[in-house]
């Protein structure tokens, strides 16, 4: 299995089928044990990152346990622990466990493992369609009245055009806040093409789990602000610099790794992944090398589709210690 990317050698791609939905598709394993899966394509690993893209496992896991309810079943939630930094030049082995087979609820968990080590660990659960009663309690954050669709030439945070998202990033509410956790930084985001109907509201599904994790924790580092470096914000403050790196002297950015990472489904059925979801995270809380933060994903109109939080470690660059001189 050295040197190999994928279990089976990669089927070439689908031209019928967006470019998320063939990043994320799973290869069955049934011949070796039933709920067995594998990632078919090889995965990205982010430059500067310790390893995989944290939302192609999270995608991938809610793929997996998807294929083991019933179709009139919708995932409302997930709740996942990074475990340990998955490996881009190896497959990732998708084990999935029924633990619950209920009438109106379904319970699965998901665990990522590479060379028989857990990386990743999810428990979801599944609600049966129309199962909440015919007088319901109802209520949703609105999306805010200020923002504005963004047209498809704006700037792509990914110009070589080679993710399977578009990312339009909008300035930081109440940036000149003097405190954190009035700030809220916000972005338009949608699959890149057109999700096929044979994928599904799954598919959908998959693919707001795989965006949901794009500059997540990071917003940690731009609510401060710190320097982070490889992340294509600094681009700009770098610019007319010279190439200088962290040219405002912030403090720097030693280690940011995602911990765990939720999301609620609200509306499994009410949004497409490949039409523009507005996204806008805040952080209630950093200390103690961690930070929180809070994100909520609109429909372009106005449907709140997913309240998600993620933690992660937060820690600044220490001083380097001078050399004794003896």
Request: with cysteine; proline share 7%; aromatic share 8%.
């Amino acid at each position: 299995m050295a040197n190999r990317t994928t279990l089976v050698p990669p089927p070439p791609l689908n031209p019928n089928k967006s470019a998320i939905e063939n990043v994320l598709e799973l290869t069955e394993l049934a011949a070796i044990a039933p709920d067995i899966f594998s990632n078919t394509r090889p995965l990205w690993h982010p430059p500067g990152a310790r390893g995989i893209y944290g939302g192609a496992v999270i995608a991938q896991c809610l793929a997996a346990a998807q294929r083991t309810v019933p179709s009139n079943f919708s995932v409302h939630s997930m709740h996942c622990y990074f475990v340990l930094a998955g490996d881009s030049e190896i497959p990732v082995m998708y084990y999935v466990e029924h633990v619950r087979e209920g009438r109106s609820f379904a319970t699965r968990t998901v665990q990522a493992r590479q060379r028989g080590k857990a990386i990743f660990t999810t428990t979801l659960s599944f609600m049966r369609e129309n199962s909440g009663g015919k007088q319901q309690v109802k209520h949703a954050v609105p999306l805010p009245k200020e923002v504005q669709l963004p047209d498809d030439e704006g700037y792509d945070f990914d110009a070589n055009g080679t993710s399977p998202f578009i990312s339009r990033r909008i300035e930081i509410l109440n940036r000149d806040s003097e405190h954190p956790h009035e700030k809220r930084t916000r972005q338009w985001i949608k699959a890149r093409g057109r999700i096929s109907e044979e994928g599904g509201h799954q598919a959908h599904l998959s693919a707001l789990a795989y965006m949901s994790d794009s500059y997540f924790i990071g917003t940690v580092s731009r609510i401060h602000p710190l320097y982070r470096p490889g992340d294509p914000s600094n681009l700009k403050d770098e610019e007319g610099t010279g190439g200088e790196k962290n040219p405002q002297g912030l403090p720097e950015i030693g280690m940011m790794v995602s911990l765990d990472h939720s999301i609620y489904f609200h509306e499994p059925k009410g949004f497409r992944a490949d039409e523009w979801m507005f996204t806008e995270m805040a952080s209630p809380w950093s200390g103690d090398g961690r930070g929180v933060v809070q994100q909520h994903m609109f429909a372009a109109d106005g449907t709140l589709v997913a309240t998600c939080f993620q933690e992660g470690v937060v820690r600044l660059k220490e001083p380097r210690e001078s050399a004794s001189k003896l």
